[in-house]
């Protein structure tokens, strides 16, 4: 299992060499140990069901993805901003299909400036249109779902933002997943916001819209960026804490960037070969 404090030290000590001792993860390492005891807690019991690595920074994104939801399923639909991660609103239009007038649901995310610019990542940020109330994730109903403060709750995102800036720092491929919402996927500079098919559902009530909105790729599926390929082949899986193998890119002529992401690796205390699998 990903030991988490293991990870958030090596980076804390990382920064720290390269004059940069403002990155700290105090909140994740509160949490990661309190995860460990109640992995424990399930050995004792000897209860044979699977648990995540990290129940309560997982749970905590969870209530995220959550809010996300009930904000984009309302009758009146409001824009929804993750502060330093972006924002999601919906786009309805009435088209005509087979004498039938049907409305379509998109959802459509709009990057965070601050995650564009970490790497010049492509990405079409979507202007919300001025009828559509925007609101920002609430701290309050995101701490009901959980047995922590406000406080906790918001240092654990921004933490686990940190991170996840961290990895892109180091140009390495990322899968920021929202649970029942979609997978923002970064390879490289290409970013794609992947939606999940449920969701779709829940948004259009009708499976011939859903299939029309994946057929004319006005949207993409979660399913179609699972496999998706990368430079190194493997990815960063948040808020998981975990890298994923995937599919390599078939060209990986710039030995720099692979000597590059090795030392990165190295400075996570993670040991591997990008061309093989990784070890231990």
């Keep these: 299992m990903t030991n988490l404090e293991e990870l958030i030290t090596s980076i804390e000590l990382c920064s720290k060499a390269d004059g940069y001792s403002t990155v700290t993860f105090p909140t994740l390492k509160k949490l990661s140990v309190n995860d460990v005891l109640i992995a424990c807690e399930l050995a004792d019991l000897e209860l044979d069901v699977p648990f995540p690595c990290f129940p309560d920074v997982i749970s905590i994104w969870s209530s995220v993805s959550k809010y996300v939801r009930q904000q984009l399923l309302q009758r009146k639909p409001q824009a929804v901003r993750v502060a330093g991660l972006g924002t999601f609103h919906l786009q309805k239009w009435l088209s005509s299909e087979n004498g039938e007038v049907l409305m379509f649901q998109r959802p459509v995310f709009s990057l965070s400036r601050t995650v564009v ?38 240092n654990c995102m921004q933490e686990t933002l940190n991170f996840f800036y961290f990895i892109l720092t180091n140009r390495e491929d990322t899968d920021f997943i929202l649970k029942d919402v979609g997978t923002l996927a970064i390879r490289g500079t290409e970013v794609t916001m992947a939606f999940c098919e449920d969701f779709l559902l829940s948004l259009n009530k009708s499976t011939y819209v859903v299939e029309k909105l994946l057929t004319k790729k006005w949207v993409i599926s979660d399913k179609e960026v699972t496999l998706s390929l990368s430079r190194f082949g493997r990815v960063h899986q948040f808020p998981q804490f975990e ?36 070890s231990g």
């Design 117 to 154: 610019q970490i790497r010049e990542l492509q990405h079409a940020s979507v202007p919300v249109p001025g009828e559509i109330k925007k609101v920002s994730v609430n701290y309050k109903k995101i701490r009901s779902d959980v047995p922590y403060s406000e406080e906790v709750v918001q």
């Design 243 to 278: 890298i994923r193998a995937v599919p390599r890119t078939a060209s990986l002529t710039d030995e720099g960037i692979c000597a590059e992401f090795e030392s990165a690796l190295s400075s996570m205390g993670i040991r591997g070969n990008v061309y093989g699998n990784k």
